[in-house]
C-alpha cells in the first residue's frame, strides 16, 4: 500500500478503539437515572431506587426543576 503505513493505521485503530470504548462507557450513563440519594444507576423508566427505594420525580426529563434545599 501507497498511503498509510503501518504504524499509522496502528494509531488510528488504537485511537478508534479508545473512542468506541469511551463511548460505550459513557452513553449508557446518559440514559440511566442516577438516585440522588445513593448514587445507584437505574433503568429510565424505574419509578423508584432499587437499592433505597427513593422514589424519582415523575418529571425527570431534561429540565432541571431542582427543589431548594429544605
Ligand atoms: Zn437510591
Same mark, same amino acid.
Given at each position: 500500500m501507497t498511503g498509510l503505513s503501518n504504524s499509522a493505521v496502528i494509531y488510528l485503530t488504537v485511537m478508534l478503539s479508545m473512542i468506541v470504548a469511551l463511548t460505550v462507557m459513557l452513553v449508557p450513563a446518559l440514559f440511566l437515572k442516577r438516585c440522588a440519594r445513593c448514587g445507584k444507576r437505574n433503568m429510565l %423508566?424505574?419509578?423508584?431506587?432499587?437499592?433505597?427505594?427513593?422514589p424519582f420525580p415523575a418529571? %425527570?426529563?431534561?429540565?432541571?426543576?431542582r427543589q431548594p434545599r429544605s
Open positions: %423508566d424505574a419509578t423508584e431506587c432499587k437499592q433505597c427505594k427513593k418529571d %425527570d426529563g431534561h429540565k432541571k426543576s
